[in-house]
């Protein structure tokens, strides 16, 4: 069983920065995809970010949306994935979710971050 344990959401004003960390313990899969995906109100859950692991070249992936703004990157000797979040806007407001995902069925979720952005 895995646990991802997400921090670093709350509230900023439009055009500031936050920095989401989701920590992950337990039995964990070498050859993984960490990411992270965002909820807002009345909406499907999307796709934020996403990084391989160091044996998959640590590749990433960005939504559209927050390329430039965006980055995410990881602590592989602390199972940690980081989401550096610039120049937020309102639409970025959302709960945010952190997933380590690897083959077959290996498919976690943390509990979800709120990041709120005023105008």
């Known amino acids: 069983q895995v646990q991802l344990v997400e921090s670093g959401g709350g509230l900023v004003q439009a055009g500031g920065s936050l920095r989401l960390s989701c920590a992950a313990s337990?039995?964990?899969?070498?050859?993984?995809?960490m990411g992270w995906y965002r909820q807002a109100p009345g909406k499907q859950r999307e796709l934020v970010a996403q990084i391989s692991s160091v044996t998959s070249g640590s590749t990433t992936n960005y939504a559209d949306s927050v390329k430039g703004r965006f980055t995410i990157s990881r602590d592989n000797a602390k199972n940690t994935v980081y989401l550096q979040m610039n120049s937020l806007k309102p639409e970025d407001t959302a709960v945010y979710y952190c997933n380590l995902r690897g083959p077959l069925t290996y498919d976690f979720w943390g509990q979800g971050t709120q990041v709120t952005v005023s105008s």
């Open positions: 337990g039995s964990i899969f070498r050859i993984n995809v």
